[in-house]
């Protein structure tokens, strides 16, 4: 699944060094919105296989993803309670809901859209992630950063494998190319602020 995939490209744009600054000014913040985070990307799989709940193919691919995505809640938890850190809400940047707005609301579109979305913030994660772990000063971010972005490069690969499968590469690439640009006029746009997506 790795091969054909790694080839696509996701975002249109880096992230700037204003929001590495952040994060790293700011560690235990951004691991409480990381945690978030996680949180969110279980559900959003959820949500899908709820959508569609006859969908077999995407349950297989999902059911696991949200699993994992549970799994990675619950270790950035446990980081967090060693620091003696509640994980206490945030204010969310209004990345996700920006995001939610693109997706159209017809079907076949509306699952098209939902999966590159689903894929462009795995993407997202995946590249700041590799971000944290280059940079962070702290051993044991690092390797927490370190171990997750394999798992979120591989989490963007599987919503493009599911919507290769149901749509020809050509549609799929075209999509996925006006959402990319999207999001990344959205970063661009957003304050930086120690969150995972600002
Ligand atoms: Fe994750
Ligand atoms: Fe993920």
Redesign the pocket.
Known sequence: MATPVARVRWLAAPSGPQWLEQALAHPLELLIDHAHCERK?AGAALQLMFRYPSDEALAEALSPLARE?LEHFERVLALLGRRGQALCPLAAPPYGAALAKLVRRQEPGRMLDSFLVAGLI?AR?HERMALLAAHSPDPELQELYGDLLA??AR?FGLYWVLCERRWPRPVVSERLEQLAAEEAQLLARLHPQPRMHS
């Open positions: 990307a995505e795995e994660s798992s979120e989490h």
